[in-house]
């Protein structure tokens, strides 16, 4: 679905006239707000990414780039291999490394990882630094960032997961919309399907993730409400 279609159906059974334009600003708004809700319950399987790149000797620092854009932040990188040597290299700051192991030769194989350059706007981190620097294929995974969607966009949710997505921006607007009925049926129909997501993406219902049930993660329409979206008192 469209963000634009989530957006219509919202209207449609919040009964709001698909010609009030006024609103749309504002469930769009909501729709992120549950996206990036939803993005934020689990590492979901469906967001890992991985990108490659070669070391030359003596090189320490190399671009970060994910998925065509820089949107690589320092908590989403997950593991970072050397895949000439088959092993994974530690996370460790460069002065450390250099404080613990002041006679390392530099020349050797990869063993530590950190990251470099970071962007104060985007929070995002521009290098990652490798050393020891000899020449290896590194490859790190990353969980990629959801942008914001536009009217046109298509959420990167797996198609099937849209309806949830839908259903947890419903119970917030129903809230806005003084529909308590509506809020109750659909943050419930929500939190059912955010279970269910998790259930299936761990591939078995033994290991449900305490994300999906912690209280950060239950259902409180009022607290998504977007800056001005006039929550009735």
Known sequence: ????????????????????????????????????????????????????????????????????TLDVQPGSITEVLDKTNDTKLERAEPFWIKRAFPEMDETTEPWYWWLDGMDEQHGNARQIGIYPTGTATIEYAYLKRL????????????????????????????????????????????????????????GSKDHILQAASRPAARLNPVQFLPVGYGYPE
Not at 174 to 201: H, N, T
Request: hydrophobic share 45%; proline share 6%; glycine share 4%.
């Open 1 to 68: 679905m469209l963000a634009s279609e989530i957006r219509t159906n919202i209207k449609t059974i919040v009964n709001i006239p698909s010609a009030d334009t006024d609103t749309d600003a504002l469930i769009l708004a909501v729709v992120n707000s549950s996206y990036h809700f939803i993005e934020r319950v689990r590492d979901w399987t469906w967001l890992k990414r991985t990108s490659a790149f070669q070391t030359k000797n003596g090189v320490v620092l190399y671009p970060l780039f994910g998925d065509g």
């Open 147 to 202: 942008p914001d969607l536009a009217a046109a966009d298509t959420p990167l949710f797996p198609d099937a997961y849209h309806p949830i997505l839908q259903n947890h921006a419903l119970s917030i607007v129903a809230a806005r919309e003084q529909m308590p009925e509506l809020v109750k049926v659909f943050a419930e129909m929500a939190q059912a399907g955010i279970s269910r997501m998790v259930e299936e993406d761990t």
